[in-house]
């Protein structure tokens, strides 16, 4: 218990308190002047800032889509068919696809006269054509729906991996009542997987809300000019290109406060769950 | 398994324990003494080479040029194994930096002074603010000044007298045109477009028969960063006139913001007229590049070897080089737009100086810079290269460019963070759609996030843009 304590606190607690120092400050580690809380002042006037929070609230967005698309094909292919495994992992692929080469490959796919533009003057759609990563007002659409290609994988296995340990009896039970295949999903199965949901909604929301740089980085850096930046995009350009570490640290103790906001409500989530059980 | 042996024999023995321990220590003497040959043997030849090895010189370089001359790596690679031949008791571990790590990990060896004992940064700024951290040491201190008068655009590092960094090689910017294209478009083949008035016909006719004028790429915010170099600098007539504004000093910085918004409405007029390929957003520098050499654009504004590398692609014949038509009426209109780009200086804290130095003042012996050229097509930054040696009539020309007058990058001299934050994103918003007025507004947000963020690097930019106008 004692060394894991320890190594808790060296690892957190120093860490997130030498963040809080350092936000007190301004310029480079070897040049700073203390300048007090006006670094969180300055953050909530900084236009980049304040689009970038803004920014990581509309990828929240993609919380429900992946929920309901991958709620929906795990609901789909619970039923045993044949290729059944070899579809799930297909699926789990995009999940498991380094970074770098998804972020290529999309680069590819959504830049202006792209691969998806290609398709859609094919299909004699060029209403529909844009410069999706290059256009300020498609950006965060185009990262939003890559976020959902990538993490619908994972949302598939999680409930695959739930709807399998329902009970047969149950569903075989309300059968014999005369249940149908849509009254078995939404009486029986969604409700038995309902805190695997709710854990997998704020995941999936802690996840837009702080592990999206890959994302960012890979696909547009942040670009064009500032609008697909996020809050842990400034950080890094803040902190890492431009060597002000202060407000890089002051963004990155509102970014926590934020993420714990949700780690609370999992805990909070996770506790009454657990009291239902007991 | 010896021990086990000897204590087995040892207590297994019937006769005379005596004899048998006597044995024993017979055969535990007789080990010892080979152990201790053996060791010794072994001990003497690595007490050697630590003795060697506490003489050898080690140095640190970390190395930076692969984005401006593809194959420059593997030729200081070669020069490294050459003078590591020629001088035995030096040992030069290369470490090459790329162009996202390039600043940040030298600003962390700075912070800690340790990392490289040579290392690569881009010209002017991102030495010399360094160098006024007290991170480099001039170079001029351990080269004389008849050596380093024969280096090439050493003035984009020098500051109170003293040179901080050497060139390798320079790099210019001229404008390229696809001479069937624009044969195509009714133009003059071999007539490049020299005033902003014939640049704009030029791109009218070449738009009117379906032909993208200019393909570039902005994602990375490059671009925008090389038409501030290019036509915000022929805006003004001295370079103070930019460090006097970025360093906000008395009405000057209002000064900048009206030429800036003057520079970014031209460009944004580009845009707007459809002269620059539509996806120039989302398509990154090299990938806008390759529009040329495919035939999808007309004119590219590039660097010396792409202009050669692309003269091989579709025919010397075919391809024209020129300066970049002029568009401002500043007296720095008139200078051409070569750099040495990157610069090699010795830190702060190598232990080695004199070495260091040493090392990269052998790299500008005429058989390197010839290797440089060869291998490489780089124009080294040594008045000794041979002349000669140029044979290609295109990169004679491009060299002329590059040597014959006064030229200036004006991106050496705005501070890396603010190239960062403010030159490329701005350039960014012009590109995919944004207004000069928004761009403006971005420099200007970001001129006032610095000084308040990076009070002692604002100061010592004041201190530098004081003493350098």
């Not at chain 1, 803004?54 to 929240?60: D, I, K, V």
């Not at chain 1, 300020?136 to 990538?150: D, E, R, T």
């Not at chain 2, 930054?381 to 491009?398: C, E, M, Q, V």
Request: aromatic share 12%.
């Amino acid at each position: 218990m004692g060394p894991a304590l320890v190594a808790l606190g060296v690892v957190f607690v120093y860490s997130f308190v030498e963040v809080a120092h350092y936000s007190l400050y301004a310029g480079s580690i070897g040049q700073l002047t203390y300048v007090g809380f006006s670094n969180y002042r300055e953050l909530f006037i900084d236009p980049q800032f304040v689009h970038a929070m803004f920014n990581n609230f509309r990828l929240l967005f993609t919380v429900p889509i992946v929920t309901i698309l991958s709620l929906a094909l795990a609901l789909v292919i619970n039923t045993t068919f044949r290729g059944v495994r070899a579809y799930r992992a297909i699926v789990f692929v995009p999940y498991i696809l380094p970074a770098t080469a998804m972020g290529l490959s999309f680069s590819y796919i959504l830049q202006g006269n792209g691969i998806l533009d290609g398709l859609l003057k094919n299909l004699h759609l060029s209403f529909l054509i844009h410069d999706w990563l290059g256009s300020p007002s498609w950006v965060m659409f185009s990262i939003g729906s890559v976020i959902v290609w990538q993490q619908f994988g994972f949302g598939v296995v999680v409930f695959s991996a739930a709807l399998l340990a329902v009970p047969g009896e149950t569903i075989e039970a309300a059968r014999i009542d005369g249940a149908n295949w849509w009254v078995v999903q939404r009486k029986i199965l969604i409700p038995q997987i309902h805190r695997i949901i709710e854990f997998f909604v704020i995941l999936q929301a802690i996840i837009v809300l702080s592990s999206v740089f890959t994302y960012i980085y890979v696909l547009t850096g942040g670009g064009p000019g500032y609008s697909s930046g996020v809050m842990e995009f400034f950080i890094y350009q803040n902190g890492f290109e431009n060597g002000s570490i202060g407000i890089a640290s002051a963004a990155a103790v509102v970014l926590l406060a934020l993420a714990s906001v949700l780690i609370a409500i999992y805990l909070w989530v996770r506790t009454r769950a657990a009291k239902e059980v007991n | 398994m010896n021990w086990k042996v000897l204590a087995t024999e040892a207590s297994t023995s019937t006769r005379s324990k005596s004899m048998a321990g006597r044995r024993v220590a017979h055969r535990l003497i007789a080990m010892f003494c080979v152990a201790s040959l053996g060791l010794a043997m072994a001990v003497a030849p690595v007490a050697g080479s630590a003795s060697a090895a506490a003489k050898k010189t080690n140095i640190t370089y970390w190395f930076w040029g692969e984005g401006d001359i593809p194959g420059i790596t593997k030729w200081m690679q070669q020069r490294i194994v050459t003078y590591q031949t020629l001088n035995p008791g030096v040992s030069i571990t290369l470490v090459p930096q790329s162009d996202s790590t390039i600043i940040p990990s030298f600003a962390l060896a700075a912070q800690n002074k340790s990392g490289p004992d040579i290392d690569t940064q881009w010209a002017t700024l991102p030495v010399l603010l360094p160098a006024l951290q007290g991170g480099v040491t001039p170079i001029s201190k351990y080269v004389k000044s008849s050596e380093t008068s024969k280096w090439l655009n050493t003035s984009e590092n020098e500051y109170k007298g003293a040179l901080y960094a050497m060139p390798l090689y320079v790099i210019g910017v001229p404008l390229v045109w696809n001479k069937k294209l624009f044969k195509q478009a009714g133009l003059d083949p071999n007539k490049a477009p020299t005033t902003w008035g014939e640049f704009l016909a030029d791109c009218a006719a070449l738009k009117a028969h379906g032909i993208t004028p200019l393909g570039m790429g902005n994602k990375d915010g490059d671009f925008g960063a090389w038409m501030f170099a290019i036509y915000e600098k022929q805006a003004l007539n001295s370079i103070s006139q930019l460090t006097e504004g970025v360093a906000n000093k008395g009405n000057d910085q209002a000064k900048l913001l009206a030429s800036l918004t003057k520079m970014y409405t031209m460009f944004q007029g580009l845009m707007s007229k459809g002269y620059i390929n539509s996806n120039v957003a989302s398509l990154d520098f090299a990938q806008g590049w390759q529009l040329f050499p495919q035939g999808k654009a007309a004119m590219s504004f590039t660097t010396d070897g792409n202009a050669l590398a692309w003269a091989k692609t579709i025919g010397q014949a075919n391809i024209g080089v020129g300066e970049p038509p002029i568009w401002g009426t500043g007296t720095l209109a008139k200078t051409y737009d070569a750099t040495q780009s990157s610069s090699e200086f010795i830190t702060s804290w190598s232990p080695n100086k004199k070495a260091d130095a040493k090392f990269l003042a052998w790299l500008h012996t005429p058989s390197n810079m010839v290797a440089l050229n060869k291998e490489t097509g780089a124009f080294p930054a040594d008045s000794r290269f041979p002349k000669s040696n140029i044979t290609n009539s295109l990169a004679k020309t491009l060299d002329g460019f590059d040597t014959a007058g006064t030229s200036i990058w004006l991106e050496n001299f705005i501070p890396p963070s603010i190239d960062t934050s403010a030159d490329r994103p701005a350039g960014q918003l012009i590109t995919s759609g944004g207004t000069a007025a928004s761009a403006v507004a971005l420099w200007k947000q970001q001129l006032q996030l610095w000084q308040s963020q990076q009070p002692t690097q604002f100061n010592q930019f004041k201190t530098w843009a004081g003493a350098s106008s």
